[in-house]
C-alpha cells in the first residue's frame, strides 16, 4: 500500500493522465472499492442523480449488495466517462464486449508509482481513517464492504449507515484531492 500522506500527489499524477485504466484509478481510490468491483462496475448500477452506486451482491466478496456515496469527486470522474449505448461497462476493455483486466489499473499505476497495487489503496484510505478522523471504528469498516456485525447484532442493527459513511468518504475525497485544489 501507498503511505496516505503521498495520496494526494498521486491523485493530481493520475489527474493529468488520459486513459480508461486511469480513470479507473481515480474511482477505485475516491471510493476504497476492490478493483473487480471498480473494472465490472456498470452504468445501470449509478444513480448520479441522487449521487449512489448500488454494486449487486453477486459482485461483492461478502454478497450483500453495497450502497456507495458518490461524492462530488466521484461524479466528476463518472462525467468525464463515455457512455457507449452498445455496452453497459463503465470501463469498458479494448473490444468492449468485457470490462478492463485487473493489468490495466495496474499497469496505469505502475507508469506512475513502483511498489503499489490498486487493491492497497484501501489500505492507505483505513490507515488515514483510523490516524486522521474520528470515525467509529465500524463507519470505516462498512466503508471497505467489510462485515462487522455478528449475528445477534446485525439482527438488530439493519442500517448501512449510509450517511455517516457518506460524511467519511466526503472527507477522504477532499484529502485525496487537496494537492489537485492548489493548482
Not at 34 to 55: N, P, Q, Y
Not at 71 to 100: E, S
Amino acid at each position: 500500500s501507498l503511505p496516505y500522506a503521498d495520496i494526494p500527489k498521486l491523485m493530481t499524477d493520475i489527474m493529468w493522465k488520459g486513459g480508461v485504466g486511469y480513470r479507473a484509478l481515480e474511482l477505485l481510490i475516491y471510493t476504497g472499492k476492490r478493483s473487480g468491483e471498480i473494472r465490472e462496475a456498470a452504468w445501470s448500477e449509478f444513480d448520479l442523480k441522487a449521487k449512489v452506486w448500488t454494486i449487486p451482491a453477486e459482485r461483492m466478496k461478502n454478497d450483500k449488495p453495497h450502497r456507495e456515496p458518490l461524492t462530488p469527486a466521484c461524479l466528476k470522474v463518472l462525467h468525464a466517462l463515455d457512455h457507449h449505448p452498445d455496452h453497459d461497462w463503465l470501463f469498458p476493455g479494448p473490444q468492449t464486449k468485457r470490462p478492463i483486466s485487473d493489468m490495466t489499473m495496474s499497469k496505469a499505476l505502475k507508469s506512475i508509482r513502483e511498489n503499489c497495487t490498486p487493491h492497497g489503496f484501501r489500505s492507505s484510505f483505513r490507515q488515514w481513517a483510523a490516524e486522521q478522523t474520528n470515525y467509529p471504528r465500524e463507519i470505516c469498516e462498512m466503508a471497505l464492504s467489510h462485515s462487522v456485525l455478528g449475528k445477534v447484532e446485525a439482527a438488530y442493527q439493519r442500517s448501512d449507515l449510509f450517511e455517516k459513511r457518506k460524511e467519511l468518504m466526503l472527507e477522504w475525497a477532499d484529502f485525496c484531492s487537496s494537492e489537485t485544489l492548489l493548482r
